[in-house]
């Protein structure tokens, strides 16, 4: 008969032994991962486009698919899906493999979606956030017959007229939308929107002098400010843009705290291994900060950027209950 210390022994390793193979199978494990990366991609890559060939978001798209199809030797096929808002196409790449082959490209919409209609998808969840590529800064513009020269006069004049100043926007639950009813919110003003099918109209209407005033991006109202049809007050970004260096923010000139971006950025499906992501990061980040492509970005109107999957990640889940704040308060329903 064994000695009752031997057979204790003999239990013990027997209850522990799994432990080293637990660590031995996490560590196969995080070298499939890290092989998988090295390895990534060996098939073609497809690039779902949230909105309609033309703007900003395809052509920064087609942009990073072409560098990464040089980088990778792979080809990066973009596939347009609009409508909905964008949702369309996030929900198509939500539900793909996450393996690295779909991946999403997007505007800063996809965190005002989730307040504003319902979703076949979780956005916290269901997607990886991956880089965001470029910021598309916008700028506050009015109407040259307003009686205001930069931001504190345009504030002074529109808290004495209640409600009698128009602004315009995209339409309703946009973008720019929400950017004016922050704004008005946060400078104490009231003023009324008349939401448009579209950003070429809504700003068209302000240049006729129909309406007061709009938030655009600069490449889309740089025209009518340089040739004085409109006048630019500030950007509404957070910092300074390069586009408009010599413009003020919005947030210096009286509101503190104030800050849109309208960001382009590149999403995986969730569960997508790290690795994976932190490749498509990195060509992205090469991608847009060559000096060839800052000079052609922000010859656009585009600030490159290309942040972390870790800064991006961030900054998206931040920014979905700040939209919906917004939401809540301008009283819009779910659709």
Do not use: C
Not at 101 to 127: A, E, R, V
Not at 137 to 158: D, Y
Not at 212 to 223: G, N
Not at 276 to 283: D, S
């Amino acid at each position: 008969m064994k000695h009752p210390l031997a057979l204790l022994a003999a239990t013990a390793a027997l209850t522990l032994s799994p432990l080293p193979l637990l660590a031995q199978t996490q560590s196969q494990a995080q070298t499939q991962g890290q092989s998988q990366s090295q390895a990534f991609p060996v098939k073609p890559v497809r690039m779902i486009i949230a909105l309609a060939p033309g703007g900003g978001v395809d052509t920064t798209g087609r942009y990073l698919a072409q560098k990464m199809s040089e980088a990778w030797g792979q080809n990066v096929i973009t596939d347009n899906r609009p409508g909905a808002g964008g949702s369309i196409a996030s929900e198509l790449v939500a539900k793909a493999p996450p393996d690295g082959y779909t991946m999403l490209m997007n505007s800063s919409g996809i965190t005002i979606t989730p307040s504003i209609m319902k979703l076949g998808y979780n956005p916290q969840k269901d997607l990886l956030p991956v880089s965001l590529a470029v910021i598309s800064p916008g700028v506050l513009v009015v109407h040259p017959s307003l009686p205001a020269k930069n931001m504190q006069e345009l504030i002074a004049f529109a808290r004495s007229k209640p409600g009698e100043l128009l602004f315009s926007s995209s339409g309703q639950g946009s973008g720019q939308h929400l950017a004016m009813e922050m704004f008005a919110q946060m400078a104490g003003l009231k003023l009324t929107h008349v939401p448009y099918k579209g950003t070429a109209p809504s700003i068209t209407d302000v240049v006729a002098g129909r309406i007061s005033m709009t938030i655009a991006s600069v490449i889309s109202t740089r025209p009518f400010f340089t040739s004085g049809k409109l006048r630019a007050l500030a950007v509404v970004g957070p910092k300074r843009t390069p586009a408009l260096p010599d413009y003020p923010t919005v947030a210096e000139s009286g509101v503190p705290g104030f800050g849109y971006n309208n960001w382009y950025a590149v999403f995986l499906p969730g569960g997508t291994p790290r690795p994976i992501a932190q490749r498509v990061q990195q060509e992205i980040a090469k991608a847009v900060n060559t000096p060839d492509a800052q000079k052609l970005l922000i010859g656009q109107g585009l600030d490159p950027v290309g942040s972390t999957v870790e800064e991006f990640t961030k900054m998206y889940l931040e920014e979905i209950p700040r939209w919906a704040k917004v939401v809540k308060a301008v009283g819009m329903q779910v659709q």
